[in-house]
Nanobody, 115 residues
């Protein structure tokens, strides 16, 4: 079992920045991937960025350059740095981990971009 806890969401003005954190606990070795998804109201959940098993990163093309994923292996924590935020970035952001073909999800953290 893998437990994921997100933090760092909140309200931010357009053009602002925010950093999300996801702390993993439990059986955190041999993860196939770990990263972030988001789901806006009325839309499907979509990949934002993730680390793959070999340590490489995957980003949705539309967010490259504004969002950066990073990690602290000693803390089993993955971060999502978001900059130049837009109204359309408003969503609940979920941390995801995949291990042995099982998907694990955090409860999500809400990011609201509002003037």
């Amino acid at each position: 079992q893998v437990q994921l806890v997100e933090s760092g969401g909140g309200v931010v003005h357009p053009g602002g920045s925010l950093t999300l954190s996801c702390a993993a606990s439990g059986t955190v070795f041999n993860l196939n991937s770990m990263g972030w998804y988001r789901q806006a109201s009325g839309k499907q959940r979509e990949l934002v960025a993730a680390f793959t098993r070999d340590g490489s990163t995957a980003y949705v093309d539309s967010l490259k350059g504004r969002f950066t994923i990073s990690r602290d292996n000693a803390k089993n924590t993955v971060y999502l740095q978001m900059s130049s935020l837009k109204f359309e970035d408003t969503a609940t952001y979920y941390c995801n981990a995949v291990r042995l073909c099982m998907d694990y999800w955090g409860k999500g953290t809400l990011v609201t971009v509002s003037s």
